[in-house]
T-cell receptor, first 112, second 112 residues
C-alpha cells in the first residue's frame, strides 16, 4: 500500500546549525512533492514545491531535494533559529491518486 | 494574500447533534478541501470539491457530508456527531491542478 514516512521523533538542534528532515515514500510515483510548516493550533502553511524532474529547490534558508530513485525528499533549514521550531509536513501529489497525501510530520525544536 | 476563514476556532457539541463547519476563501479558486487531523494519523482527506455543486469523497467520508452552493464557501456537515469525530478540522483551497494548498486556521471540535 502507499505510504509516506516522516520521522515521528522530534528533532532537537542547536541554533545556528542546519536542520535536516526526511520524507520517505513507497508505492508512489508523485508528480511533485511539497513541504509545509505547521505551528501548534494552526493550519499548515506552504513552504516549497519540487517537481519529479527537479533535483533541488531553494528558497532563502530552505533547501529541498527530491530523489525519485531513493523515493526520498530531504528538507534543510540552514542557520536555524528558535522561530523555525514547528512541525514540518511533506505532501505528495500524483501517481494513482489525484489527491495531495500528507505525511504525519516531524516536530523540529531549535534550542537557543 | 490568500485568506481562508473558518467559522469557529473551537466548538463543543453533544453526541447526536448536527454540526456545521463553514469555510470561506477569497481567491475565487475552484478546489476546496476538508481534512481532519489527529495525533499520529496526520491530515486525512474527508471530502473535496472542484467546482460549485460538485463534490468528491476523500479517504474518510463516512459520517460526513458537504455542501458547495457558492464558489467561495464549502461547508462540512456532521449529520449526527459522535465522540470519534472529536478532532481538528482543517479547510483548504487550491487553484488549478490542486497544487499549493492554502489552509484555514482550523476548528477544534470536541464531541461530548
Amino acid at each position: 500500500s502507499q505510504k509516506i514516512e516522516q520521522n515521528s521523533e522530534a528533532l532537537n538542534i542547536q541554533e545556528g546549525k542546519t536542520a535536516t528532515l526526511t520524507c520517505n515514500y513507497t508505492n508512489y510515483s508523485p508528480a511533485y512533492l511539497q513541504w509545509y510548516r505547521q505551528d501548534p493550533g494552526r493550519g499548515p502553511v506552504f513552504l516549497l514545491l519540487i517537481r519529479e524532474n527537479e533535483k533541488e529547490k531553494r528558497k532563502e534558508r530552505l533547501k529541498v531535494t527530491f530523489d525519485t530513485t531513493l523515493k526520498q525528499s530531504l528538507f534543510h533549514i540552514t542557520a536555524s533559529q528558535p522561530a523555525d521550531s514547528a512541525t514540518y509536513l511533506c505532501a505528495l501529489y500524483g501517481g494513482a491518486t489525484n489527491k495531495l497525501i500528507f505525511g504525519t510530520g516531524t516536530l523540529l525544536a531549535v534550542q537557543p | 494574500d490568500v485568506k481562508v476563514t473558518q467559522s469557529s476556532r473551537y466548538l463543543v457539541k453533544r453526541t447526536g447533534e448536527k454540526v456545521f463547519l463553514e469555510c470561506v476563501q477569497d481567491m475565487d479558486h475552484e478546489n476546496m478541501f476538508w481534512y481532519r487531523q489527529d495525533p499520529g494519523l496526520g491530515l486525512r482527506l474527508i471530502y473535496f470539491s472542484y467546482d460549485v455543486k460538485m463534490k468528491e469523497k476523500g479517504d474518510i467520508p463516512e459520517g460526513y457530508s458537504v455542501s458547495r452552493e457558492k464558489k467561495e464557501r464549502f461547508s462540512l456537515i456532521l449529520e449526527s456527531a459522535s465522540t470519534n469525530q472529536t478532532s481538528m478540522y482543517l479547510c483548504a483551497e487550491a487553484g488549478g491542478h490542486q497544487e499549493t494548498q492554502y489552509f484555514g486556521p482550523g476548528t477544534r471540535l470536541l464531541v461530548l
